[in-house]
């Protein structure tokens, strides 16, 4: 009773919304999503790689950048993986801490820097609002190595306003740090970092928060930290050599995703750029790409009905309203400028456009803190809309099926430990199974030094590199079988009538059969 009697109500509100963010981010993160996603198990085999042998999957020792399906994958979640693999081996739970960690950390980065520039309210409200985000939970709950670069930029944010405000030169110049780092998150973080931190520091030498020499120092220290992804981006610009030293490997791809995934290398540069425009911005709008494993429909990235919220916060923060005391409000407004930018060059979908999402809560959150502010009643009709939304968002969540998507595949990891326990026979995996091959090699923790050397490519030049074979593994169209006691063979349930059945062995699983 005492420590209730000492304890604010808005603490003990704010503990139990960080209880519930928290929560709703890391519980049963190991089965739902409840499928595999193909993108998490190449970046979780090639934490497992650089672990245990020191190189990727395509032989490259201590890579910048992953080459992964071929053209290229972010290598920092991989690296952030490594410390849990460790601990808890290889598996679904390991690969997708590091993401729910980061998105729990965050909740309170965006609470305690809301605080610093607003008031306790606006923080409070921020908290609450970012706990229960349809986008953040979903993004936080699996590993998809893009979705670590607005969270990165958010601490970035932190630490810069905490170390100018405190005059803490160690955590502002540790800011610049993590800035560096995003640039081994995402790739769109090659064209975000620059046209988002020159201005920045513009402007904060102009309003003179800092010094001019701080600011070339703040530059220099990204520039060390992301030499490696400079250095590749040149290489793999310019066609030049494949960097190889003992402590890291700067590659040369053959297909560069920073460029499959940007119009501005398009020969039809201005109209690619607005479509890419016009199709991003109504993504935002209706809070959909289509994609289900970003978004639940109904539901949308941040509730359908905060749009009005996020217009009413856009309107009052560019125009200056003298009711917002909020210090920085410029710095997320050069932010989302910034990444309306990006959008012109990027192609939409909600993974590729994700900086923008960091903006948007801070503008919506602004709105609900204006519209709601001396409004007793109507502060709690919109806190019930908000609480109903959530639970019913959080049922929608998780009763939804994943292994339907196409970049998903469950039910697999059993039927995989069953034929790699087979010895001396041929084992024939159905390519109708999405990227079969980084499944068996994640579930199977596969010797990535025997892969390197047996791996064969359909076509070894492309951004998504066919596997043929590697070991006793074969990937292929199954047309036909061979009864001759050298060759097992992995389908589809869907596909048994395709085949004649008899004279064979058959070992069924929930949506697989082995045949022998």
Known sequence: MKFLEKTNKTDILLLVILIIGILIRIVGISYMPNALNCDEASSGYEAFSILNYGIDRNGNVIPAFLEA?????????????????????????????????????????LYLMLKKIGNKKLAVIGLTFFAICPWHIMKSRWGLESNLFPDLILIFVYLLIKGIEDKNKILYYLSFIIAGLTAYAYGTSYYFLPIFLIPLLILLVKKEKITIKQAIISLVIVAIVSMPIILYVVINTLGLEQINLPFVTIPRLDVNRYQEITSIFSTEFLTKSMTNFIQGMKMLIIQNDGLPWNCIGFYGIIYLFSGIFTIIGI???????????????????????????????????????????????????????????????????????????FVLFTISYFSQDCDQYGTFEGKLEEVIDYVDAIENKKIHITEKIQANYIHVLFYTEYNTKDFVETV?????????????????????DIKELENDGKNVYVIKKEDKDKFNLEDYDITEFEKYIVIQ
């Open 315 to 389: 309107i009052n923060c560019f125009r200056k309203n003298k009711k917002l005391d909020i210090k920085y409000n410029y710095l997320f407004n050069i932010w989302f400028i910034v990444s309306i930018i990006l959008s012109f060059i990027c192609e939409p979908n909600i993974n590729r456009l994700n900086i923008i999402m960091i903006p948007i809560i801070y503008y919506t959150v602004i709105g609900i803190y204006l519209v709601i502010d001396n409004r007793k009643k109507l502060a709690i009709g919109i806190a019930i809309l908000y609480a109903m939304s």
């Open 69 to 109: 399906w071929g053209g290229g994958q972010n290598a920092l979640l991989s690296y952030l993986m490594i410390p849990f693999i460790m601990i808890f081996g290889l598996n679904t739970l390991s690969i997708r801490l590091p993401m729910s960690i980061l998105g729990c950390i965050s909740l309170v980065i």
């Open 456 to 476: 064969h490519y359909t076509d070894p030049h492309v951004a998504f590199k066919n596997v043929e074979s590697f070991g006793k593994y074969c990937i292929e």
